[in-house]
């Protein structure tokens, strides 16, 4: 991993689409922008910020989100997310995100990412995966 640069930035925008919307997925739930779709929307940008940092080979986990969704977002409507890193220690890096539509901010939280090796993440998962079954 090459040193990252505090205040590094990345955006990811999207319209929401019906499979986006809260009720799509729970049917008691209104047709807005699911939390989950603008957490994930706020994960991508977070991921654009880092790579310009990543070696070959590299790639960044989610490790922890924390949002708040403050405004629900109806589809057909633009959403943008937008991620700055703050900081973070070893191999971690922390996020300050935000999310907006057409209109206003509709959330806002902090995200860790880990940097891996792919290699190493794809072998312990396809240990992983050859392993179960064999546990009681």
């Known amino acids: 991993m090459k040193p990252i640069a505090k205040g590094a930035k990345g955006t990811h925008e999207f319209v929401v ?3 986006d919307l809260a009720g799509s997925v729970e049917p008691t739930l209104p047709m807005v922008l699911a939390t989950a779709r603008m957490s994930l929307a706020m994960e991508l940008a977070a991921i654009d910020a ?16 924390n949002v708040t ?8 409507w633009k959403v943008r997310a937008e991620a700055e890193i ?12 935000r999310a ?22 794809d072998e312990r998962f396809a240990q ?4 179960r079954g064999s546990s009681s």
């Open 69 to 76: 969704h403050t405004a629900a977002t109806p589809v057909g």
């Open 86 to 97: 703050t900081g973070g220690e070893g191999r971690r890096v922390e996020y300050v995100i």
């Open 128 to 131: 992983k995966l050859g392993s």
């Open 50 to 65: 880092l790579r310009p940092f990543l070696e070959p080979g590299e790639m960044s986990v989610g490790v922890t989100v």
């Open 100 to 121: 907006f539509d057409e209109k206003e901010e509709i959330g806002s939280g902090t995200h860790t990412r880990a940097v891996l090796a792919r290699a190493k993440f």
């Open 17 to 19: 689409a019906q499979s």
